[in-house]
């Protein structure tokens, strides 16, 4: 009886530990390794347009947004013309934000001096077509809607 009530109060003492720790504990830490284990600097699915196949595998959806929102920043582009003194032959890089909503806003273009140095109002310009262009279906992260941050090169050649 007496090596029973000893093995009974030696798993007692191992198994203590855990007795003791809370559910609430418990589920913080479960939910701490999970969060942990998520990539945040990728989502699950890519914004899409109406005519993107959101059912594609992740790459043919980055493809589809890309190409898509290349033809709207060039429509959006198309009439802009400046007059320059000098040749520009140079790249202005222009960061978006598609935000939890599926709105599209430009959050910066770049400043280049010798851009800024021929024309004066260039970031106002761009920034001003290139705001409100449309709206998408957001990125996905584990089923939930989530901003997304992208850049878009502007090449720029004056001959």
């Known amino acids: 009886m007496r090596k029973l009530l000893f093995l009974f109060f030696l798993f007692g003492l191992l198994c203590s ?33 109406d005519n993107c196949d959101e059912t594609a595998t992740k790459q043919a959806q ?61 970031n106002h310009k761009i920034s001003e077509r290139l705001n409100d262009l449309t709206t998408v279906a957001p990125a996905l992260k584990r089923g939930n809607p989530v901003s997304l941050r992208f850049r878009l090169p502007l090449v720029l050649n004056t001959p």
């Open 17 to 49: 530990c855990e007795l003791f720790e809370s559910k609430e504990e418990k589920t913080q830490k479960l939910v701490n390794e999970e969060l942990m284990a998520i990539d945040w600097n990728d989502v699950d699915q890519y914004p899409h347009f």
């Open 62 to 122: 980055k493809e589809c947004f890309e190409s898509v929102m290349l033809d709207f920043f060039s429509k959006a582009l198309a009439g802009l013309t400046f007059e320059v003194d000098h040749e520009l032959h140079d790249t202005v890089y222009i960061d978006f934000l598609v935000d939890e909503h599926g709105f599209i806003s430009v959050l910066n273009v770049e400043e280049k001096t010798d851009v800024l140095n021929e024309i004066s109002d260039f």
